[in-house]
């Protein structure tokens, strides 16, 4: 499987329970089978993200990069890369995005923020990331 540009990839803090939830949530609704995933603990994630001007240690975000490794290559970060995510995914989930999408982004990123912040709490945290399941480890590019 590996990557290539058509993959878009997406950068999770892998400790945060939220987090490795919408990882499942995507991996259960890629049909597609397009997104893969890196920890924002990775080495790889630093390196790509560094590209961007991102720090890999904020991880109180959560990126999308499209056109991996091509002159268009694009990073979103918080709402906007979880609403790109879910307009991907089509179906209901790009129904999701779009409402999404009309908030003022300011609104989407406080949002997005506040349930960042508590996160740990209400979801609670891993002492390491989680090994996906065998079927998946191809789609990680971190491991």
Not at 52 to 65: E, R
Not at 67 to 95: C, H, I, K, Q
């Amino acid at each position: 499987m590996g990557t290539n540009s058509a993959n878009p990839i997406i950068f999770y803090d892998g400790v945060c329970a939220l987090c490795n939830r919408f990882v499942q949530f995507v991996l259960k609704r890629d049909r597609a089978d397009r997104f893969r995933f890196a920890s924002l603990q990775s080495d790889f994630a630093a390196q790509v993200l560094g590209r961007h001007g991102a720090d890999a240690q904020a991880l109180d975000t959560f990126y999308l990069v499209q056109n991996f490794e091509r002159p268009e290559e694009r990073l979103f970060s918080r709402a906007d890369a979880a609403a790109a995510v879910l307009a991907e995914l089509g179906g209901t989930s790009a129904a999701v995005a779009r409402v999404l999408r009309l908030l003022p982004r300011g609104l989407r990123n406080a949002g997005y923020k506040l349930v960042a912040r508590y996160r740990y709490r209400v979801f609670g945290k891993y002492d390491a990331c989680p090994l996906p399941a065998p079927k998946d480890r191809a789609k990680f590019l971190d491991i």
